[in-house]
């Protein structure tokens, strides 16, 4: 959550007035389209985290793998070396302050402000959703909020809650 909300951050500066957020769990969206996508892997014995992170920056509408995929350049920025390093350093000094605030805060997400600004950079609450769950099981729902741990929090037809810890989410359009 904490890198999507950076480099959603980031993203920001260079896309003014644009609706950029992050699709729970790991993508950075520009007008619902994916811009960037982010993994990240527990190391052994929990003593670390590896963030990988790709933003499209130059790339034209005919060379994106997909339709809903963009690039810095399809949204009408003039892509140069200056400007990819500002989107960089932008993400790298937000992971940064939100990380300090995070671990400052004893890993609390509630008290750092990490959960209340990643709710309100989630493009997946208020949506309904698929999600295709890990061993093959999918869950049709809404989402409904983020918990502390970051897990998608989402109620059936019935209205039954449960959080997700992981998945693949499609937003019904």
Known sequence: MIAGIAMSAAMRTV??????????????????????????ELLPGGTGVIIGSGFNTRMTAEELPVPTATSL????????????????AAYL????????RFFAAG?????????????????????????????????DATAIDLDADGRLVVADRDGLARSVAAGDVTHVR
């Open 107 to 139: 890993a609390d997400a509630e008290a750092s402000g990490i959960r209340a600004e990643a709710r309100a950079g989630c493009l997946t609450l208020a949506r309904t959703v698929h999600i295709e769950l890990p061993g093959g099981e999918r869950l």
């Open 93 to 100: 000094e937000g992971l940064r302050e939100r990380l300090v």
């Open 15 to 40: 896309l003014p007035g644009r609706t950029v957020g992050f699709k729970w769990p790991n993508d950075v969206l520009v007008d619902g389209r994916k811009i960037c996508g982010i993994l990240a």
């Open 73 to 88: 350049a399809v949204e009408g920025v003039a892509v140069d070396d200056a400007v990819e390093d500002a989107v960089l």
